[in-house]
């Protein structure tokens, strides 16, 4: 295009990035009349969104159901204390617009689920999976493959980190290639369950926004075929080098999926809840406490989870630990188990069961039930 695409206002700008030698004008046109997905306006979604719309990036896509909680800011960083109890989307059209209020911020304030994933992939060029669950990536990917767009990956935990660009129709692999088979639940914690340092998605995210704007510009090599993984702790990058794998059920020569399937049936993840389990709620373990009637209060979460907010009189033992440590429960004595929601703790009361525990319980809601109603002062995170 031409150099008038490009307004005065915008000229000074993007002045750092038009003196960029083979970048220059017909670059930052690129940018302009690109349109990018970014699936999630969370950890990653927040540096990959800052800086896409920092780049002059035309059209950014966000998708996320969201409201921003106070345990987000430590590594969300498009979003500020004022903004808690707010819907992501929301503050973050905002914080983007007022960074360049010539890019455009489209809004899809809902689940990226089968039923929506092409109507929403279907305005854009390049796709940012800014996610941190299996059925989504693997959902993404597939409709990526299948219409022919980008899959910018990126994946975070602890202190490390993955980054790759999945791209059948450009010659390179796809997700499935690298991950045929969702590791078993519960095998990879999540970022709540295992942490994050808050300046891992930083990093990982910045290096999905600039592999998006090497596509869209066509300058350099991007990730095409290479995952990249980086260990913060060690400051070590790796590059490891991945192939097609011809019998890909999505990308393979004869492919065998062409639609969407359940994928939270595929990572083993039932969306149906649990089979019931005895359940009490946090008013009734209050009335147990108060009345001093004889329990045991069994914390089910993670370590780093207890320090930061634990109810008084609780005994800690992580979930994964529970089958060799259940030689620590006292036998005869009625046992409530907690952890943060509720989930956690259903399966360890179910788990108890089968090894004959007959008096136990699930709290339902957890600790973030236990600070709601019964006591402000534990922390919500």
């Not at 960074?99 to 809902?110: D, F, G, K």
């Not at 592999?211 to 090599?221: D, L, Q, S, V, Y």
């Not at 020569?253 to 039932?270: N, V």
């Not at 008013?283 to 001093?292: C, G, W």
Request: glycine fraction near 10%.
């Amino acid at each position: 295009m031409s150099h008038e695409a490009l307004s005065t206002p915008e000229l000074q700008r993007y002045a750092r990035q038009l003196s960029i030698p083979n970048f220059g004008v017909a670059g930052q046109t690129k940018l302009k009349n690109a349109r990018v997905l970014c699936i999630g306006a969370g950890g990653l979604g927040s540096p990959i969104s800052l800086y896409l719309a920092a780049a002059g990036v035309g059209r950014i896509g966000l998708v996320d159901a969201d409201t921003v909680d106070l345990s987000n800011l430590q590594r969300q960083i498009l979003y500020g204390t004022g903004d808690v109890g707010r819907s992501k989307l929301e503050a973050a059209r905002e914080r983007l617009l007022s960074i360049n209020p010539h890019v455009e911020i489209v809004c899809h304030p809902e689940r990226f689920t089968a039923a929506n994933a092409r109507e929403i992939m279907e305005g854009y060029d390049v796709v940012i999976d800014g996610t941190d669950n299996f059925p989504t990536r693997y959902l993404s990917n597939d409709v990526c493959v299948w219409m022919g767009k980008p899959n910018i990956y990126g994946s975070i935990l602890r202190f490390e980190g993955q980054v790759s660009v999945f791209a059948p129709h450009l010659g390179g692999p796809c997700y499935r290639c690298m991950v045929p088979q969702p590791p078993a639940p519960g095998l990879v914690p999540t970022c709540a369950e295992g942490g994050v340092l808050g300046v891992l998605p930083g990093i990982v995210g910045s290096m999905q926004a600039l592999e998006a704007i090497k596509i869209i510009t066509g300058m350099g090599e991007p990730l095409i075929g290479r995952l990249l993984h980086v260990d913060t702790l060690a400051m070590r990058f790796r590059t490891i080098q991945l192939r097609r794998d011809p019998e890909c059920p999505v990308c393979g020569t004869h492919p065998s999926l062409t639609e969407p399937i359940d994928y939270h049936q595929f990572c083993g993840m039932s969306i149906q809840p649990p089979p019931p389990v005895p359940t009490l709620t946090v008013q009734d373990l209050r009335e147990i406490q108060q009345s001093r009637a004889p329990h045991f209060l069994l914390d089910v979460r993670e370590p780093s989870e207890h320090v930061v907010a634990h109810i008084e009189g609780a005994t800690l033992i992580p979930l994964g630990e529970l089958p060799s440590r259940m030689g620590e429960l006292p036998l005869g004595t009625r046992i409530l188990v907690h952890c943060k929601l509720g989930g956690r703790s259903a399966k360890a009361v179910a788990l108890l069961q089968e090894n004959g525990f007959a008096d136990v319980w699930n709290v339902a809601g957890g600790i973030t039930a236990w600070s709601n109603e019964i006591d402000s002062g534990v922390p919500i995170y």
